[in-house]
């Protein structure tokens, strides 16, 4: 799904920080909180993947239907 994509998550973040101007300022705090949180989190895994150069599993097993859908950048094991 992409409810943990990044469009999700980094509208989930400016809608925190967005609601914190118009109506309660603890949420500025918060929703700053959550993009800082977020940005050092892509950013991180964004080298981490280029150091780890690990290849996405469809590139390594055989037989894999993809839909066509092919990822370019390399693969992270998030451990599930």
């Given at each position: 799904?992409?409810?943990?994509?990044?469009?999700?998550?980094?509208?989930f973040c400016a809608a925190l920080?967005?609601?914190?101007?118009?109506?309660?300022?603890?949420?500025?705090?918060?929703?700053?909180?959550?993009?800082?949180?977020?940005?050092?989190?892509?950013?991180?895994?964004?080298?981490?993947?280029?150091?780890?150069?690990?290849?996405?599993?469809?590139?390594?097993?055989?037989?894999v239907n993809t839909f066509n859908?092919?990822?370019?950048?390399?693969?992270?094991?998030s451990g599930h």
């Amino acid at each position: 799904t992409n409810i943990g994509g990044a469009i999700v998550s980094i509208s989930f973040c400016a809608a925190l920080f967005l609601y914190g101007l118009m109506y309660d300022n603890l949420f500025i705090k918060i929703g700053l909180e959550c993009i800082v949180a977020l940005s050092l989190s892509h950013i991180l895994i964004h080298f981490l993947k280029k150091i780890v150069t690990r290849q996405r599993p469809f590139d390594k097993l055989i037989n894999v239907n993809t839909f066509n859908k092919f990822l370019k950048d390399y693969s992270f094991p998030s451990g599930h």
